[in-house]
């Protein structure tokens, strides 16, 4: 089994930053593509960003310029930078992980959520 565990989010003004974090822990050969998404109260749930095991790297419209994925390999953990941030970014965030297991066998696993709510 493998664990993904999000840190970072909070309370910010609109105009600041905030670093989340997502850590995959257990039987892990490798991670192929990592992804950001969110879920805003009352809405589904969108694509925010992806970052390959080559680390190319894509975002959603909405937060291109603002928002920077990038991933750890060594830590096994991927970053999503937020800047100029929005009360519209106001969401949970959750992680996604593509893992190639021990198995040699790939399985999609997602984080808890952190919630991110930006203030006015």
């Known amino acids: 089994q493998v664990q993904l565990v999000e840190s970072g989010g909070g309370l910010v003004q609109a105009g600041g930053s905030l670093r989340l974090s997502c850590a995959a822990s257990?039987?892990?050969?490798?991670?192929?593509?990592m992804n950001w998404y969110r879920q805003a109260p009352g809405k589904q749930r969108e694509l925010v960003a992806t970052?390959?095991?080559?680390?190319?790297?894509t975002y959603a419209d909405f937060v291109k310029g603002r928002f920077t994925i990038s991933r750890d390999n060594a830590k096994n953990t991927v970053y999503l930078q937020m800047n100029s941030l929005k009360p519209d970014d106001t969401a949970v965030y959750f992680c996604?992980?593509?893992?190639?297991?021990?198995?040699?066998?790939?399985?999609?696993?997602w984080g808890q959520g952190t919630q991110v709510t930006v203030s006015s």
């Open positions: 996604k992980c593509l893992v190639r297991m021990g198995d040699h066998l790939t399985y999609q696993y």
């Open positions: 970052i390959t095991s080559g680390e190319t790297t």
């Open positions: 257990g039987n892990i050969f490798s991670i192929n593509t």
